[in-house]
């Protein structure tokens, strides 16, 4: 496994996208290793652009500051059109279905298009679209263990929105399936 793990998520502002990156680097922080997050987003948040870098290592990180990416989760399409270009060769780019109208048309990266907000609804809480983009990752790129996604959760999660955690772990084994059966189906091919 690679000793960093470049990561930029984004989207509008509401869509959990600095949520994404603080659980990672929750997560991260968890497990011992080095993490940098770096938020970025409008002053309206809620309906603007929104976008974080996470950086997980096993080393220290020189600079949180990069523009090249080993994996990119995109939840709009100004996010596609800014970042697909930004994802080094190789790497993995996943989206969110409903919101993106031109997919990418990179073919030297893994893409995997998520429909997480139908997903979402299936639960009745939409606000957990997010993390079913989490499990997904962490499907395709094992960088940390899912029992510490969990409990970064706690951390992260106020108080008062601990009760919402059995639906968060659902959403997470909701991604991974679809991971999982997105591989299937490339193997099948």
């Not at 870098?53 to 020189?62: C, G, K, L, P, T």
């Not at 990119?72 to 780019?93: R, T």
């Not at 997919?103 to 079913?132: G, S």
Request: net charge neutral.
């Amino acid at each position: 496994m690679q000793k960093e793990h470049e990561i930029i998520f984004a989207g509008f502002g509401g869509q959990g996208i600095l949520s994404m990156g603080q659980i990672i680097a929750y997560t991260a922080m968890i497990e011992n290793k080095e993490v940098s997050w770096m938020p970025s987003y409008g002053p309206e948040m809620r309906g603007g652009t929104a976008n974080c870098i996470a950086i997980v290592s096993s080393e220290r990180i020189s600079s949180p500051i990069i523009s090249k990416f080993d994996t990119a989760i995109l939840l709009n399409q100004p996010s596609l059109d800014k970042f697909e270009h930004s994802v080094k060769p190789g790497g993995l780019l996943m989206y969110e279905q409903s919101t993106i109208l031109n997919p990418p048309t990179r073919t030297d990266i893994e893409i995997l298009c998520i429909a997480a907000n139908e997903e979402a609804q299936k639960l009745n809480k939409k606000q957990v679209a997010n993390m079913i983009f989490i499990g997904a990752f962490l499907e395709k790129r094992p960088i940390l263990k899912v029992e510490n996604i969990i409990k970064a959760l706690k951390k992260v999660l106020p108080e008062r929105h601990h009760h919402l955690i059995p639906v968060n772990e659902q959403a997470i084994a909701i991604g991974s399936r679809i991971a999982k059966e997105n591989e299937q189906s490339l193997i099948e091919k």
